[in-house]
């Protein structure tokens, strides 16, 4: 496999779930591990796409849930390459709920995961550097960092 750069857009995913009964707690709002396992899907999916060989997720660095999801919902979850070092990838995802009946869409939940490309023989493997394109994807490029930074001195801390 080469190591030429990719562009963020050539990994994007979006995936569409209608949200039901089971996924929900007797509220009826959606409990957050649905979403949860959605967005680390999308997600690994991405990375996947990007690195072009299995990928597991190290870390979630954030999830925020800014709104309750709802039995019947229609959850769109957009990821994308944010970041790539030498053979780990940050990931942005947004979810979306649309009630499907008003024709309304609302942001309720925003993610950073990370994950490590594999090889055959399961040990991290170098991934395609991520070559931002537009003024948009550099700016994720350098908040990416910017977290990245964050999550290195936690570890440093916590292995003290």
């Not at 562009?7 to 949200?19: I, R, W």
């Not at 007797?26 to 649905?34: F, L, M, Q």
């Not at 309304?104 to 490309?117: H, K, P």
């Amino acid at each position: 496999m080469t190591n030429d750069g990719r562009t963020a857009e050539e990994s994007v995913v979006t995936l569409g779930q209608v949200m039901l009964p089971n996924d929900a707690n007797p509220s009826g709002d959606i409990h957050g591990g649905v979403v949860m396992k959605l967005v680390d899907t999308a997600a690994g999916l991405t990375a996947t796409r990007h690195a072009r060989s299995r990928c597991v997720t190290v870390a979630m660095d954030s999830m925020t849930f800014e709104g309750p999801v709802h039995i019947g919902d229609l959850l769109h979850l957009h990821s994308v390459l944010t970041w790539t070092g030498r053979t780990s990838m940050e990931i942005e995802v947004t979810v979306e709920a649309e009630n499907i009946l008003a024709g309304t869409r609302r942001r309720t939940s925003t993610a950073y995961l990370v994950y490590v490309a594999l090889d055959a023989d399961g040990h991290p493997k170098p991934v395609p550097p991520l070559t931002p394109t537009t003024d948009e994807e550099r700016a994720r490029w350098a908040a990416a960092e910017r977290r990245r930074a964050v999550r290195l001195a936690h570890m440093e801390s916590a292995s003290r």
